[in-house]
């Protein structure tokens, strides 16, 4: 069987992390026909959109891309790709696995846990009213009138909306791919004993959802401040986690370092019908065309990929190999020497390489 597969080379470092994960994917065996697309810088040199209609469409066709990090315009108008990208296809859910491998400087030997974010409500919708306007104004003097409280009236406001829609949408999510991956237990984690109608609606949803799994999966609650610090000091006792779009871009960061940061995070958004796979960090342009950045996190999510498209034993293969890499820290990149200066280190392709060579060695 051949794949066809969107790939985003993205700017800054996207294009040479997404060489290095597409070299390593196709060395497991795994056929892929790959239909590149402009997102991000590029495409808006050369079409004048940073979001081409041809790559969505390509997209959409596909229903799986494996993308690069986007730069975000500052001060031009535009929105960031990767935010147009989740509404315009509904991607609700994002993944970010967090687990530790040997030869990072993951802060446990023994982390293995799926962080999964709702990416379509919350404070994240930019419904802001800015301190002074007339419609913030408005908003005020109409909320004293509803809830007798006051606000400062040099206050700004933003609205956090969250639905039950959205919510049981998420968590029915977790569930099914805590089935599917053979994950014990789910954890929900909100603030609901401070804000009722928001993470409490939330977490109603998450009781009644979790129904339709008793004796299949455990079901947990936790708030998000208790639950930053017992990832800091127990991180083996979570599995999956699943939060609402602003607890879950914190934490998952946090996760992320637990693990031994940027270079070693993978991720994706998902939706019902579409998956795009990409590495949390962003396109780090100062690194632009240097072949030193490290290309493993670009490479795990193409493990993710590979398993979404269910070719499992070609994702454990490829994992197999990132972990053989990193465990003998001799072929990687100068963020995982113990000096970043360190001579030994090499470059983003020979890494890739050191990977396919381990994948072939088999
Ligand atoms: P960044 O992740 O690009 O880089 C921050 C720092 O992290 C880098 O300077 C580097 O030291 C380190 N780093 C990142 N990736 C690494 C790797 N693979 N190997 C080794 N070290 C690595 O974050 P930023 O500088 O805040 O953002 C730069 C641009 O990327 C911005 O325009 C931002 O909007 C965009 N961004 C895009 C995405 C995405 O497309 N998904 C995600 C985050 C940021």
Known sequence: MVYRITLIPGDGIGPEVILAAKRCIEATGVKIEWEEALAGEEAL??????????????????????????????????????????????????????????????????????????????????????????????????????????IRSDSGLSIKPISSFASERIIRFAFEYALRFARKKVTVVTKANIMKFTDGLFLESARKVAKEYTNRIIFEEALVDNIAMQLVQKPKNFDVLVLPNLYGDIISDLCAGLVGGLGVAPGANLGDKIAIFEAVHGSAPKYKGLNKVNPTAMILSGVMMLKHIKEEKAAQKLENAVKEVLKEAKFVTYDLKSSPNDPTAVGTQEMAEAIIKKIKDR
Do not use: H, M, W
Not at 75 to 92: A, C, E, I
Not at 130 to 137: D, M
């Open 45 to 150: 040199n050369k079409t004048g959109e940073l979001l081409p209609k041809q790559t969505l469409y390509s997209i959409e066709k596909n229903k799986v891309a494996l993308k690069g990090p986007i730069t975000t315009p500052i001060g031009t108008g535009f929105r960031s790709v990767n935010v147009s990208l989740r509404q315009t296809l509904d991607l609700y859910a994002c993944i970010r696995p967090a687990k530790s491998y040997e030869g990072t400087k993951s802060l446990y030997p023994d982390i293995d846990l799926i962080v999964i974010r709702e990416n379509t409500e919350d404070l994240y919708v930019g419904i802001e009213f800015e301190k002074g306007s007339s419609q913030a104004k408005d908003l005020i003097a109409e909320i004293e009138k509803y809830t007798q409280k006051r």
